[in-house]
């Protein structure tokens, strides 16, 4: 039975914890997180916190989706053992926290994009590792930059946590989950999709020997033409999100744009 939970006690930390953290307006790319972490034969701990100490924009952090009473119930119905549901209190008690401050790959893409964003994010994941004290944890690999620099925060502060990644969740027209897109309209839908095509186009260009800086200007003219209005559209190593040289193998490219004014982002992995 699933229990919904507002503190952490000692009950909850003397089980093995599998955790997944989540802004909520739950979907079924959470949903997958849930069963990656399911499979891990430990219990599963989902948290639901808005924080707001990652968004940059006010009205982006107002304006975010909140469906608690469906959140909870799908947590249910997928068998979640706990639901934790903090107040900012909580997390954020008068003593403070300390800030975890990324790495320089913190300030480039997202980073350059939303000044402060992986800041906060870093600050509340190590603060809910800290209350849960899990020794595995699920995050998708959607918000690549964001895993990135998980893991980076978890080399750097040495946790004993395992960071599991989730393949990033699509529609039938290729569009990546995400709570955002409750606020497109079903042709903004149809017209996002282009996003991921877009990216298969560049990683199909590469892979036939392009050079990248001639695949990357095609995915731009490719996405610019579908009325989405584009941030950025770049080739990093995935090994340290610098750019590629002739000695990389698995590339990442990541994107983020704008439909109906609602922020998207998307990435594909390359092999070469």
Known sequence: MTKVINTINDDILSENICFIPTLGSIHEGHLSLVD????????????IFLNRR??????????????LEQDIQFL??????????????????SEGVPSIVPGKVGSILEGASRPGHFEGVLTVVNRLFDLIKPSHAVFGKKDAQQLFLIKD?????????????????????????????????QNAKLNAANIFKSL???AKEINLGKSFEESVELGINSISQNEIDLDYLEIVDEENFNYP?????KLKLLTAAYVENVRLIDNIDIEI
């Not at 249910?76 to 008690?93: A, C, H, M, R, T």
């Not at 502060?157 to 309209?185: P, Q, T, Y």
């Not at 040289?245 to 193998?249: D, G, L, R, V």
């Open 36 to 47: 990656i972490g399911k499979k891990t034969n430990l219990k599963t701990l989902v948290s």
């Open 200 to 202: 298969q186009k560049v």
């Open 245 to 249: 040289n002739k000695y990389s193998k």
């Open 76 to 93: 249910k119905n997928i068998g979640v053992d706990f639901i934790f549901l903090p107040q900012e209190s909580y997390i954020y008690p």
């Open 153 to 185: 925060m978890v080399n750097r502060l040495d946790l004993n946590i395992e960071i599991i990644e989730g393949e990033i969740f699509r529609d039938v027209n290729g569009l990546a989950l995400s709570s955002r897109n409750k606020h497109l309209s």
């Open 54 to 67: 990652q968004f940059n924009n006010d009205d982006d952090f107002k304006n975010y989706p909140i469906e």
